[in-house]
């Protein structure tokens, strides 16, 4: 579902609101954490996944350290 949200001022920093609708969709809850990315189209929130995170975190460590052998074997 297409929308506008306004952009309000909290503290120092800039928030928005998400209709209840949204939450809903994201299955989210006051109090939960969400997880934005960007995308080539701009921005995608989705609830995060502190499993996801700590993969992705092992990921990275690893590619860094195999990153020759990963090209070799990617030809």
């Known amino acids: 579902m297409a929308g506008v949200i306004k952009l309000r001022k909290v503290g120092n920093s800039l928030g928005f609101t ?36 700590m993969k992705l975190k092992a990921f990275e460590k690893s590619r860094r350290k195999y990153r020759n052998a990963l090209r070799e074997l990617a030809k």
């Open 18 to 53: 998400l209709r209840k609708e949204e939450v809903e969709y994201l299955h989210a809850s006051d109090g939960d954490e969400l997880s934005v990315v960007r995308t080539e189209n701009g921005l995608e929130i989705s609830p995060y996944d502190q499993e996801f995170e």
